[in-house]
Nanobody
Framework: QVQLVESGGGLVQPGGSLRLSCAASGSIFSIRAMGWYRQAPGKLRELVARITDGARITYADSVKGRFTISRDNANNTVYLQMNSLKPEDTAVYYC???????WGQGTQVTVSS
């Protein structure tokens, strides 16, 4: 099993930036891809960005050019740099390891003036 702990969420004004972190522990030797998802109130959870162990990256169209996913294999951490934030980015953001379908507890991101 893989344990995931997210951090870095908070309240930010439109146009601002946040960086989310996801620290992995447990059976991390088998981790390949990692992903960030988000779920806004009343909406389904959606993929935001995904990165494979070969650094192949996928972004949702709504965040392309604004968000950047990266990983630090030495520290078993995945990051999501979020720039030019919009009110519609408000959601709980979750980290996911797809091989074991492990999820973190989520971190709230609120974009509001």
């Amino acid at each position: 099993q893989v344990q995931l702990v997210e951090s870095g969420g908070g309240l930010v004004q439109p146009g601002g930036s946040l960086r989310l972190s996801c620290a992995a522990s447990g059976s991390i030797f088998s981790i390949r891809a990692m992903g960030w998802y988000r779920q806004a109130p009343g909406k389904l959870r959606e993929l935001v960005a995904r990165i494979t162990d070969g650094a192949r990256i996928t972004y949702a169209d709504s965040v392309k050019g604004r968000f950047t996913i990266s990983r630090d294999n030495a520290n078993n951490t995945v990051y999501l740099q979020m720039n030019s934030l919009k009110p519609e980015d408000t959601a709980v953001y979750y980290c996911n390891e797809p091989r074991t379908n492990s999820w973190g507890q989520g971190t709230q991101v609120t974009v509001s003036s």
